[in-house]
Nanobody, 125 residues
Framework: QVQVVESGGGLVQAGGSLRLSCAASGRTFSSYAVGWSRQAPGKEREFVASISWSGASTYYADSVKGRFTISRDNAKNTVYLQMDSLKPEDTAVYYC??????????????????WGQGTQVTVSS
């Protein structure tokens, strides 16, 4: 099975930017769509963004659309989440995971099951 490690989180002021990285370990996820989710204390987990294996298709939740950009570099076996115009509401632990099966599509949020340990993002006001 593919395992992932998230990195790049930290403390940033509102309006600032961060870039998160999701690196595969053990096996490549180049043939899988990859997604990002987040969870803040006391809140339900939210599916944030996803990208197809080729990078041709992407999905964004309404809450981050226009501010976040997902991309991937299959040669480096890494997926990125560029986060711009950050808001305090973006404070959460961010996780990534490959889709549960290979394929050309993005699938649905429930098809992303193998989440990593997460990286903390804190946005101050």
């Amino acid at each position: 099975q593919v395992q992932v490690v998230e990195s790049g989180g930290g403390l940033v002021q509102a309006g600032g930017s961060l870039r998160l990285s999701c690196a595969a370990s053990g096996r490549t996820f180049s043939s899988y769509a990859v997604g990002w989710s987040r969870q803040a204390p006391g809140k339900e987990r939210e599916f944030v963004a996803s990208i197809s294996w080729s990078g041709a298709s992407t999905y964004y939740a309404d809450s981050v659309k226009g501010r976040f950009t997902i991309s991937r570099d299959n040669a480096k076996n890494t997926v990125y989440l560029q986060m711009d115009s950050l808001k305090p509401e973006d404070t959460a632990v961010y996780y990534c995971a490959p889709r549960s099966r290979p394929g050309n599509g993005l699938g649905f949020p429930y098809e992303y099951d193998y989440w990593g340990q997460g990286t903390q993002v804190t946005v101050s006001s």
